[in-house]
RNA sequence: GGGCGCUUAGCUCAGUUGGUAGAGCAUCUGGUUUACACCCAGGAGGCCCAAGGUUCGAACCCUUGAGCGCCCACCA
């Protein structure tokens, strides 16, 4: 006789069971050309995080998805992996030292990086850890890195060959430079925070301009007007002397569209070296670009008197003078704008020019070009000439590409659409290198995927590389395909990529999926996976985003310490879907500790059941008949919804199932009577279509279930189950599922009427066509409605004195005299009535509607009219009952 | 300014081709029944944001509006 607890133990169990899957290979493919592959790359955590439930989401939902389609029999590949994550790594090692007092330039470029190097390498253990943790069933032999040899040898593979095309160029162009992490940032890594600050009216020679920024006004000697701005118009394409801040100057009137005439005075001088749209302009016109800001955040010696200040501080004391000057018109002091901020550190961003590396997003490649191997990533593109923004958006347009849910196309289009030339280089050392080298003496260029000593031009050694570190998104944008060996031409290569899904949160649909795709369609040819399915972000009940300064995180590994790490990852499932935001609180967790237990607690009834019967039945009754067949309808819907991404649906059914149907129903009439056989089976099906959600208690039940057998098999890697049409029987299920309502009608009416929960009591069923069906049930109908005499006729005389209750034409009467109160009865029995005439009206009007009966399908027609015709039946019944009292 | 999403039971959310509104939690009543109190049985609870429109029929489709949230652009 096996001894299982009466409740589920998940600590008892998790890590044992997947020391097991993993140690037996379970999670690591063999390629097999007979099998069709499926591969998930797992989006790296950064390598210094801990697990959060952003990543606990993520590896619920890819965790569900591969385990399903292994079982399916697919080759599935999960490839998992860290990112070195540049800035964010450097940003905390440096916060490290900063305790420590010093900075990174105290160590220097190489000790500095030995430390960075040395704390990934522990955070990874970490990480890995915690991933196991949520029962993550990835490959850990295929384990990548962001920063390994040989990514990074892949990452100067790509530089390479995109600075050959002529798409990777250097420039001196203005970028947003934060000046805490001494670093440029993308267009994307930019975010915005509403600030009221002061707006400064100052008098410029003629005109008053406005400005929230007067310290970076040094140099300005071009003021813009609208074209069509009347007050204006006498001053445009004149050049005067005015009094500005360190004496006379010559400035420009100059008139162009984007002058805004409703804002400030419509009047503006431009600061090129500090304004995107200011630059454009000093671009368009040929504007002289003088840089006021240095990179440290300090005035330049063009301010003069200002020189090295920090820009607050600046603009205190300018103000003040330009007082004194009387250059000052008027403060306004609510002014409300958008200040921009780097989304690492929350500094604000400082505009400036400055030579950096970008990526020609623009640039078009003929046709030939793009068409690699038997690709067809061109199909029905129309046109000669197209560059990677092209082709990026192509692949979504023409839904080679499926985006889960939809509704994110549109965004990423427009953000597509929009995309700038992409700033590549930082100024971080933690970093892939910039693989360019100079020539100090002939001043030649060399792009080198290996480190050179010597110019190739001129033979010198006196060579330099370039100080600069790529954007860490340059390096995770080659996540696919450099995670699989490219630039080598490996098996696993070709075999599993592209890959099939990119599971990630839509808030890096920009960052880093759309960046794949670029960078995929032009190194292979290739797009990178086939749906992109976006998780929302988990807050927390109230709707608020976890922080750790609300405190209303919830830690992931906190909460699979205490409930097990089955019910985290329902709770991270189900109730959401794709895109959305999900709300996530302890009582939801466990809510789903509850399920896992009631699905062990049937195992383990279904167990004693089985084993502790020898002979196996081959007759089937109406139970068994229902069970298989509404197993069947749940293999078949729980299938349908994995393969459509509705994991929540999916999860919910065999929640439901198990449940409800199963537990609730199956096994308390198995108490009655049971089959070993059927039970065993259904267990079974219930386990295999569980496991993918809660794999480890499936696991630990399906272990217990080999009983003494040698060589116990693994859940992990069985079969899905398939539907068997054989099983189905429409007219036992039918039958099963009236009984049940007899049942419930019972209970109802006892649990109404007050009747002692422990009363057996009498029970008249006149069954009509169900009579049969109702006698090989009497057993259990007596045991579920607690029933002391059940009397089952085909039909018969009205009892009197009794409560009843009607289902279509089956009549049931409780005599309960002595323990009703018939007058209550009498009230119940008249709103029942009532109900009936209402619901019977409706369906007469809808069904003398001719508009209805011609136009509605006949189906649904013939559906009303069988409604109808079994609720006159019912309340003729009723009417009878209510007439004799 | 441009775009997207949400608004359904007290709470969190389902509701996919338009056909008598659902689940979980919470709540109420009752319960030591051959697994499970992390349980069982039963009940109550909804002008499906508002107003129009399409339709025989609308939570669902269309228009407008309100409230909330998010993304993007930009404010010199």
Not at 627 to 638: D, G, R, S
Not at 643 to 656: T, V
Request: net charge neutral; with cysteine.
């Amino acid at each position: 006789m096996t001894e299982l607890a009466k409740a589920y133990d998940a600590k008892k169990y998790e890590d044992e069971i997947y020391k097991k899957w993993e140690e037996l290979g379970f999670f690591k493919p063999e390629i097999d050309p007979s099998k069709k592959p499926f591969t998930i790359s797992m989006p790296p955590p950064n390598a210094t995080g801990t697990l959060h439930l952003g990543h606990a989401t993520m590896l619920a939902i890819e965790d569900i998805l591969i385990r399903y389609k292994r079982m399916a029999g697919f080759c599935a590949l999960w490839l998992p992996g860290t990112d070195h994550a540049a800035i964010a790594t450097q940003n905390k090692v440096e916060g490290i030292l900063q305790k420590e007092g010093k900075t990174r330039h105290d160590l220097g470029r190489d000790k500095f990086l030995e430390k960075v190097k040395e704390y990934v390498a522990n955070s990874q253990d970490t990480i890995r850890n915690q991933v196991r943790k949520m029962g993550s069933s990835c490959d850990w032999s295929r384990e990548a890195y962001t920063f390994s040899d040989q990514l990074s040898f892949a990452v100067n593979t790509v530089f390479k060959r995109m600075y050959q095309d002529g798409l990777i160029y250097r420039g001196h162009r203005i970028v947003n430079w934060c000046p805490r992490c001494q670093s440029t940032l993308a267009d994307d890594e930019v975010t915005y925070k509403e600030t009221k600050s002061r707006f400064y009216y100052i008098k410029y020679g003629p005109v008053i301009i406005g400005t929230a920024r007067p310290e970076t006004k040094f140099a300005d000697k071009v003021v813009i007007v609208h074209p069509d701005d009347k007050r204006y118009k006498k001053y445009v394409g004149k050049e005067m002397e005015i009094d500005w801040i360190d004496g006379k100057i010559k400035a420009k009137f100059v008139a162009d569209e984007v002058a805004d005439m409703e804002m400030g005075t419509g009047a503006m001088t431009i600061t090129p070296a500090h304004s995107f749209v200011d630059f454009e302009l000093a671009q368009k016109y040929g504007f002289e670009i003088i840089p006021i800001i240095g990179m440290d955040g300090k005035m330049l010696d063009v301010a003069g008197e200002f020189a090295g200040m920090d820009v607050k501080t600046c603009r205190e004391k300018l103000v003040k003078k330009m007082q004194g000057q009387g250059l000052i018109d008027k403060i306004d002091e609510d002014y409300v704008h958008n200040l921009s901020i780097c989304y690492r550190c929350g500094t604000s961003i400082e505009p400036l020019t400055s030579d950096q590396w970008f990526i020609d997003v623009n640039k078009k490649f003929p046709r030939e070009k793009w068409e690699k191997k038997d690709n067809n990533l061109l199909k029905d593109l129309e046109g000669t000439n197209f560059s990677i923004k092209d082709i990026a958006n192509h692949v979504v347009r023409s839904g080679q590409i499926k985006i889960v849910p939809n509704s994110f196309d549109k965004t990423y289009f427009h953000w597509m659409d929009n995309l700038r030339d992409w700033c590549i280089s930082r100024q971080i050392w933690w970093g892939h290198r910039i693989p360019v080298y100079y020539c100090k003496d002939c001043g030649h260029i060399m792009v080198e995927l290996d480190k050179i000593t010597v110019c190739e031009k001129c033979s010198s050694v006196n060579l330099r590389q370039d100080e600069d570190t790529l954007d860490t998104w340059f390096s995770s944008a080659l996540w696919t395909f450099s995670t699989l060996g490219w630039p080598n031409e490996t098996e696993d290569l070709k075999y599993f990529h592209p890959t099939q899904v990119m599971e990630t949160g839509y808030d890096i649909l920009f960052f880093w999926v759309a960046r794949m795709i670029i960078m995929s369609t032009y190194t292979l040819g290739e797009i990178p996976f086939e749906t992109v399915y976006l998780h929302g972000l988990v807050r927390d009940k109230e709707g608020r985003k976890m922080s750790k300064s609300l405190g209303n995180g919830i830690d992931p590994l906190d909460m699979i310490a205490k409930f097990g790490a089955d019910p985290v990852r329902l709770s991270l499932v189900i109730g959401t879907s794709p895109g959305n935001d999900m709300r996530l609180y302890e009582e939801k967790i466990s809510g789903y500790r509850n399920f896992v237990n009631k699905l062990w607690n049937a195992a383990r009834f279904s167990m004693m059941m089985i084993e502790n019967t020898k002979e196996n039945s081959s007759d089937l009754s109406l139970a068994d008949k229902w069970i298989m067949t509404k197993t069947q309808t749940l293999i078949e819907e729980v299938t349908d919804f994995l393969n459509d991404f509705r994991l929540s649906d999916a999860g919910d059914k065999i929640y439901d199932f198990t449940w409800n149907v199963f537990c609730d129903w199956y096994l308390e009439i198995s108490k009655v009577h049971h089959n070993p056989a059927i039970l065993k089976y259904v267990l079974d099906v219930v386990l295999k279509l569980a496991h993918p959600f809660s794999p480890f208690v499936t696991e630990a039940i399906f272990q217990e279930l080999q009983f003494n057998e040698e060589n116990k098999k693994m859940l992990i890697s069985e079969k899905w189950p398939n539907i068997q049409k054989d099983l189905v029987f429409e007219i036992a299920t039918k039958q099963m599922e009236t009984i049940i309502d007899i049942i419930k009608s019972i209970r109802s009416i006892r649990a109404e009427s007050k009747v002692d929960p422990v009363k057996k009591i009498q029970a008249y069923i006149y069954g009509k066509d169900l009579t049969s069906a109702l006698l090989a049930k009497s057993e259990v109908i007596k045991r579920l409605a607690n029933l002391g005499e059940l009397i089952i006729a085909q039909s018969g005389q009205k009892i009197e004195d009794s409560v009843s209750k009607f289902i279509g034409d089956i009549e049931i009467y409780l005599p309960l005299s002595g323990l009703v109160d018939f007058k209550k009865e009498f009230e119940r029995l008249k709103k029942e009535a009532k109900r009936l005439t209402d619901y019977i009206t409706a369906l007469q009007l809808k069904l003398n509607n001719n508009n209805f009966v011609s136009k509605a399908p006949e189906h649904v027609v013939e559906e009303q009219r069988q409604l109808l015709k079994s609720a006159k039946t019912e309340l003729a019944k009723v009417e009878e009952q209510i007439n004799k009292s």
